[in-house]
């Protein structure tokens, strides 16, 4: 069974800090690995995909995964309150037949 | 381009009815998923639909089905509505021209409201 476990939070971090995000998986077939953002009301919106071991960037977020450990976490640099917000972290074991996976996501806060 | 558009973006029915929610996909994208979201159960995978055809299915009851015609819209139709399935469904589309990673694109949601 193919469980994606997310501390669902709140978690405050003050503006222009670093906010690190955190998933843990189960299956260890999980190919793909992806980071949605999620506003209130809002549908999710991708923020980014990593399917290989290390770290990924884009821009002020950097995506790392560890297959061995099964994890893969999100880093979002230079905290701006616009990025408060519920972040999914969604898994796919391969072909995209069976779908997204996803965490229950982590509500976080970024303080001014 | 446009992004995926789902229709109606609200919904208000009553035990026992059924009801049918639309979905077209990004231009060029030939898979469509749907998913439902509620408070207590996050993000579930309904189905997934390719070239009119339903590859998977979450584990969600027969009441639960859905379609994909020839441009790659898809309807999704739940049948005998109960309480419990007052949720946010949504709608993503897929190029599925990576070989790897399908990255999947969300619609704005249809909210679903049972009485």
Known sequence: QKEVEQNSGPLSVPEGAIASLNCTYSDRGSQSFFWYRQYSGKSPELIMFIYSNGDKEDGRFTAQLNKASQYVSLLIRDSQPSDSATYLCALEVGGGADGLTFGKGTHLIIQP | ?115
């Not at chain 2, 558009?5 to 469509?32: A, D, N």
């Not at chain 2, 790659?72 to 399935?85: A, I, Y």
């Open chain 2, 1 to 115: 381009k446009a992004g995926v558009t789902q229709t109606p973006r609200y919904l208000i029915k009553t035990r026992g009815q059924q009801v049918t929610l639309s979905c077209s996909p990004i231009s060029g994208h030939r898979s469509v998923s749907w998913y439902q979201q509620t408070p207590g159960q996050g993000l579930q995978f309904l189905f997934e639909y390719f070239s009119e055809t339903q590859r998977n299915k979450g584990n969600f009851p027969g009441r639960f089905s859905g379609r994909q015609f020839s441009n790659s819209r898809s309807e999704m139709n739940v049948s005998t509505l109960e309480l419990g399935d007052s949720a946010l469904y949504l709608c993503a589309s897929s190029p599925l021209t990576s070989g790897i990673t399908d990255t999947q694109y969300f619609g704005p949601g249809t909210r679903l409201t049972v009485l």
